[in-house]
């Protein structure tokens, strides 16, 4: 199985840029679609983005399309979240996760089952 952890979170002002990590375990890294979600306090859990096995093909929620850009490098099992421009309800715990597909984690917000892998989640607070 894969294990993730995620790190890079914290505390930014409004504008301001951070780059999530998430690395993962287990030789089996490169045939999964990975992907990033978020969830605030009172909120629903709520895709980012995600990007398929080879890092070619990516998609991203309308709220973060042009400022965020999800990457991986398969050689050191770690995929990328880069968040520029950041925002106020950008505010959230991120996570990262690992499907079958990028259709498969495009619905993982609300069906668990599409989701084979989650990591813990990193705080990332923007202020205003």
């Known amino acids: 199985q894969v294990q993730l952890v995620e790190s890079g979170g914290g505390l930014v002002q409004a504008g301001g840029s951070l780059r999530l990590s998430c690395a993962a375990s287990?030789?089996?890294?490169?045939?999964?679609?990975m992907g990033w979600f978020r969830q605030a306090p009172g909120k629903e859990r709520e895709f980012v983005a995600a990007?398929?096995?080879?890092?070619?093909?990516?998609y991203y929620a309308d709220s973060v399309k042009g400022r965020f850009t999800i990457s991986r490098d398969n050689a050191k099992n770690t995929v990328y979240l880069q968040m520029n421009s950041l925002k106020p309800e950008d505010t959230a715990v991120y996570y990262c996760?690992?499907?079958?597909?990028?259709?498969?984690?495009?619905?993982?917000?609300?069906?668990?089952?599409?989701?084979?892998?989650w990591g813990q989640g990193t705080q990332v607070t923007v202020s205003s």
């Open positions: 990007v398929g096995s080879s890092g070619s093909v990516t």
């Open positions: 996760a690992g499907g079958a597909s990028i259709r498969e984690l495009r619905i993982g917000a609300t069906s668990t089952k599409s989701v084979k892998y």
């Open positions: 287990g030789r089996t890294f490169s045939s999964y679609a």
